[in-house]
Nanobody
Framework: QVQLVESGGGLVQAGGSLRLSCAAS????????MGWFRQGPGKEREFVARIYWRGGLTNYADSVKGRFTISRDNAKNTVYLQMNSLKPEDTAVYYCAAAAPPNGEYLYWGQGTQVTVSS
């Protein structure tokens, strides 16, 4: 099993920044990549960004490209999401998740952290 704990959410004005953290524990060696997802009020959960533990390859949703940066600290088993130029539409509960081979499905999820961007 893998346990994920997010932190760093909060209330920020539009144009501001926040950094989310996701600390992983347990059988983290069984996972190969981490992702951030979000679910806004009345919306479906959507992909935000992902990163591979090895190599650090990243991918982003078009809506956050150029504003958000995902990174990882392998020694700390922690993944970060730096969010800049925040917009009210970024308001959501943000979840981190861990995926494992062979099919790459996200098997483990954190409890989520609320991000609210005021206009």
């Amino acid at each position: 099993q893998v346990q994920l704990v997010e932190s760093g959410g909060g209330l920020v004005q539009a144009g501001g920044s926040l950094r989310l953290s996701c600390a992983a524990s347990g059988r983290t060696f069984s996972t190969n990549r981490m992702g951030w997802f979000r679910q806004g009020p009345g919306k479906e959960r959507e992909f935000v960004a992902r990163i591979y533990w090895r190599g650090g390859l990243t991918n982003y949703a078009d809506s956050v490209k150029g504003r958000f940066t995902i990174s990882r600290d392998n020694a700390k088993n922690t993944v970060y999401l730096q969010m800049n130029s925040l917009k009210p539409e970024d308001t959501a509960v943000y979840y981190c998740a861990a995926a494992a081979p062979p099919n790459g499905e996200y098997l483990y999820w954190g409890q989520g952290t609320q991000v609210t961007v005021s206009s």
